[in-house]
């Protein structure tokens, strides 16, 4: 079993907060403002351009992504890093889309990410094919996998709710009537013990900011299963992704494998964060995170039940189809949070009334989910969050 405690002290945690918003942006773990100097000092600085060779700059896409790719149960050599999650979402889309040239619907659920659904929105209109963008609620995806759908779009847990889709049934299915998929981990990468091979899923997606700590703006990941790898044609065809960059041909041609999906330059500075970030999970693996983030979930769930009438639960009950976060609704949820957060314990808010909180076992025990609860007992229990600067809102939620 993974020795959580000392997991936990690879991690800046503000003193007295109890950080349950790790789904939305991971901590800072200790060794990345060393590590990140080393790259900007002897790097950067010392090697400059010659850093792509000397550093292997280039091989970092590549071997983060391997990195990665344990975590998600993937083959190594089919993840390579690089933009942002919606960016990567398109290209797996793009792709997908154009290996079922004889069907127009992109099937997607109504819990999933407005970002997903805006870039599917956008890519139908440049194709310019006459796609179709259905979005059923997502206890209606198994039914609606039809012989008329390209691919299915899902992200295998709800941001607000938490639920859990089941990835290989979902998959089967579709396969068995000809859809390719396109999962998106955001809210289960480092969360779950995602198994894409097993799954035989076909393209992946995800960010690595939320359970994968890879701070503020760290690049996306995408995979592509070896049944399309050296066939997927990359909708963002960037230099970096030609089979031979520095030949400076006048037309495009995909490198072989995971690389065509590389488009420009790749985030050095970011990728060497995500790499320390990295670093903690060599001392675990996804089904102790698994076990333990079911335990913590159930007993946040258990100890808020007791102690706060006025929430509802609204994630599912059965650990088994739930991810990593646990949503309760309540009218004045925004202001209740805002007087969790001015109490040390952060979540978000999720409109219209959903409060929600990540947990990690990486950095979060049981006694956090207990003191967590007990704040939000007497948050609620005394309506601390009834007053007017904590309905102000901001910005970001
Ligand atoms: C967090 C999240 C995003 C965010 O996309 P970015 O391009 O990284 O801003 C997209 N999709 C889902 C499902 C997410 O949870």
């Known amino acids: 079993m993974t020795d959580f405690a000392a997991t936990k002290a690879m991690f800046h945690l503000p003193e ?18 060393a590590d990140m100097e080393r790259v900007l000092r002897d790097e950067w600085g010392e090697m400059l351009i010659t850093g792509w060779n000397k550093a292997d700059w280039m091989q970092k896409s590549t071997s983060i992504g391997d990195r990665i790719a344990r975590l998600i149960g993937a083959e190594t050599g089919h993840v390579i890093m690089g933009d942002t999650l919606s960016v990567k979402v398109y290209q797996a889309l ?28 956008g890519l139908i209109q ?8 259905r979005v059923v609620a997502p206890e209606e995806v198994a039914d609606n996998i039809t012989d008329e759908v390209a691919v299915m779009m899902l992200t295998e847990v709800d941001y607000r709710s938490g639920r ?3 990835m290989k ?62 066939i997927a044609r990359p909708a963002m065809s960037g230099w970096l992704g030609h089979d031979a960059p520095f030949a400076f041909e006048q037309n495009y041609r995909p490198h072989t494998g995971i690389e065509r999906m590389r488009v ?22 996804m089904a102790d995170i698994r076990a333990k983030s079911k335990v913590l979930t159930d007993l946040f769930i258990a100890e808020v039940e007791a102690r706060c009438p006025e ?8 650990a088994n189809t739930r991810g990593s976060q646990v949503a309760f609704a309540f009218e004045d949820g925004y202001a209740a949070m805002q007087a969790m957060i001015a109490r040390g314990v952060i979540g978000d808010f999720r409109a219209p009334n959903i409060m929600r909180f990540g947990f990690t076992p990486l950095y979060i025990d049981e006694a956090d989910v207990i003191r967590a609860a007990k ?12 007053r007017d600067e904590y309905k102000i809102k901001s910005t970001v939620t």
């Open 164 to 166: 859990l889709h089941d």
């Open 311 to 318: 929430l509802t639960l609204a994630s599912p009950r059965d």
């Open 375 to 386: 704040i939000l007992e007497d948050v609620m229990s005394n309506r601390l969050w009834d």
């Open 264 to 285: 420009g330059t790749p985030p050095v500075l970011a990728l060497a964060a995500l790499s320390s970030a990295l670093d903690v999970w060599d001392m675990t693996n």
């Open 16 to 33: 007295g907060m109890i950080y349950l918003d790790g789904n939305s942006l991971g901590p800072l773990p200790l060794s990345a403002p």
């Open 94 to 121: 793009a792709s997908a889309v154009e290996l079922n040239p004889d069907r127009r619907v992109i099937l997607s659920d109504s819990g999933n990410f407005p970002s997903d659904l805006y870039m599917a929105e």
């Open 169 to 230: 049934a979902l998959t089967q299915k579709a396969h068995d009537h000809g859809v390719i998929t396109v999962w998106d981990l955001a809210h289960t990468a480092g969360a779950t013990d995602v198994q894409l091979a097993a799954c035989k899923a076909d393209f992946a997606v995800g960010c690595t900011y939320k359970y994968l700590n890879g701070g503020p703006g760290a690049p996306a990941f995408i995979y592509v299963s070896p049944k399309y790898v050296d």
């Open 126 to 133: 440049s194709l310019d094919k006459g796609h179709e963008l």
